[in-house]
T-cell receptor, first 115, second 115 residues
Framework: DARVTQTPRHKVTEMGQEVTMRCQPI?????VFWYRQTMMQGLELLAY????????DSGMPKDRFSAEMPDATLATLKIQPSEPRDSAVYFC?????????????FGPGTRLLVL | AQSVSQHNHHVILSEAASLELGCNYS??????LFWYVQYPGQHLQLLLK??????LVKGIKGFEAEFIKSKFSFNLRKPSVQWSDTAEYFC?????????????FGKGTKLSVIP
């Protein structure tokens, strides 16, 4: 049963620290998405990749967030420096890259708390 | 830009009651529509999706949704809910722009089923 995996599942850190979240997409999927979920804003798309190339990262605060795909099996989302308002659940999703008719499969999320 | 509205923030039902959750989208072109469910503490899972064809779509766990193009709606239904359906439900849309992969989510509807 292929699944998207994310690490860590939970992260508590202090303001100003760097946070790195990792995602392993489903093998063979070539689109990867990062979403942030908060009570106030709901689910927001931060960035997405196709074939490891960033297609859109307009949802990310550029000064502190960065997203990369060093290889096809790993996507990372970094926050540096972190702020309390970054506290949220960050979901990674992957898809087979068939465009509009693809289903995105979500990972379990990283629950981040910045103190 | 596309947007999704879910009218009910929180719905409380008794077991065996019928369910209908509203979803309206705003987009001028062809859309693909999805309902995802998030059980407490878990990741998003796909319930059902509509791409084309029969506007009445059946999903997992007895859920169905009807796409009404004239009303820009994609309401989720279940004839008889169970306590295990307690979860948050998200409607989402992908528009028809070239290379469009972005899922736009509604704010979600929390369903509480009372035994």
């Amino acid at each position: 049963d292929a699944r998207v995996t994310q690490t860590p599942r939970h992260k508590v850190t202090e303001m100003g620290q760097e946070v790195t979240m990792r995602c392993q997409p489903i093998l063979g999927h070539n689109t990867v998405f990062w979403y942030r979920q908060t009570m106030m804003q709901g689910l927001e798309l931060l960035a997405y990749f196709r074939n490891r190339a960033p297609l859109d990262d307009s949802g990310m605060p550029k000064d502190r967030f960065s997203a990369e795909m060093p290889d096809a099996t790993l996507a990372t989302l970094k926050i540096q420096p972190s702020e309390p308002r970054d506290s949220a659940v960050y979901f990674c999703a992957s898809g087979p890259g068939t465009g509009r008719q693809e289903t995105q499969y979500f990972g379990p999320g990283t629950r981040l708390l910045v103190l | 830009a596309q947007s999704v509205s879910q009218h009910n923030h929180h719905v409380i039902l008794s077991e065996a009651a019928s369910l209908e959750l509203g979803c309206n989208y705003s987009y001028g072109g062809t859309v693909n529509l999805f309902w995802y469910v998030q059980y407490p503490g878990q990741h998003l899972q796909l319930l059902l999706k509509y791409f084309s064809g029969d506007p009445l779509v059946k999903g997992i766990k007895g859920f169905e949704a009807e796409f009404i193009k004239s009303k820009f709606s994609f309401n989720l239904r279940k004839p008889s809910v169970q306590w295990s359906d307690t979860a948050e439900y998200f409607c989402a849309v992908i528009g028809s722009g070239a290379g469009s992969y972005q899922l736009t989510f509604g704010k979600g509807t929390k369903l509480s089923v009372i035994p």
